[in-house]
């Protein structure tokens, strides 16, 4: 049984009470970023991966150049076949306008809402409906207090992780506990520093080549 945080389906991406995400139309980028992201254009997003209200406003350019890397291997890999699209969600934090948050709890006790960079989502295997496949979720993070906020992870202890940053990682690794299916790898999560090279990590790039479940 899917455990849920609040109304967002952690598998599909959609809130329950909308027949598209976060009810709004997707749109192509804006063309405000259209200059620095050039998969804007049909030759070079032909699948027309990705949504955003327009333009994509992203907050980094590491961020961006994930995106791009993404966009990039799906052109030009079979794999693209099997992914069902890609969401740049950092982007959509106003509560009013996405369900897609995860809580967590800051070292004062107070809640906090945290929403990840991307969803990457693929299609499901065999007679699974659309918006069931597994998807990965990726933030992109700063490197500053990177050994910090890696050793406060992998300890994967709430209580003693004394950073904002490795908290939102261990509230969102233990949703993806929590959500794991009989295949035990319908949700992941990945959390990617800024200075690591390439952005596109070897498991990303795993979880979108990988066939089946």
């Known amino acids: 049984m899917l455990i849920l945080q609040r109304h967002f389906d952690v598998r599909t991406g959609l809130p329950h009470d909308t027949g598209s995400l976060v009810g709004r139309e997707r749109t192509r980028l804006g063309t405000e970023e259209q200059d620095k ?3 804007s254009t049909n030759s070079e997003n032909p699948r027309d991966f990705g949504y955003h209200y327009a333009p994509y406003k992203f907050a980094s350019e590491p961020e961006r150049d994930f995106f791009l ?3 990039t291997l799906l052109q ?7 992914v069902e699209d890609v969401y740049f969600t950092g982007g959509t934090v106003d509560e009013k306008k996405t369900d897609f948050f995860v809580e967590y709890t800051d070292t004062s006790g107070k809640h ?3 929403v990840p960079d991307f969803i990457i989502r693929k299609r499901p295997g065999g007679e699974g409906a659309p918006g069931t496949g597994p998807s990965l979720i990726v ?3 700063s490197s500053q207090q990177r050994e910090t906020i890696a050793a406060q992870v992998a300890a994967g202890d709430m209580a003693t992780a004394t950073t ?3 908290r939102k990682a261990l509230a969102t690794l233990h949703w993806v506990d929590l959500n794991r299916g009989p295949a035990g790898e319908e949700l992941r999560y990945e959390l990617i520093f800024d200075n690591e090279a390439p952005l596109l990590t070897e498991r990303v790039r795993h979880f979108i080549e990988e066939q089946g479940r």
Do not use: G, N
Request: hydrophobic share 25%.
């Open 76 to 82: 030009t890999s079979p794999a693209a076949e099997r």
């Open 69 to 71: 890397d993404v966009l």
């Open 112 to 114: 906090h809402r945290y």
């Open 37 to 39: 992201c050039r998969c």
């Open 139 to 141: 933030e992109i993070k």
């Open 164 to 166: 904002d940053e490795a």
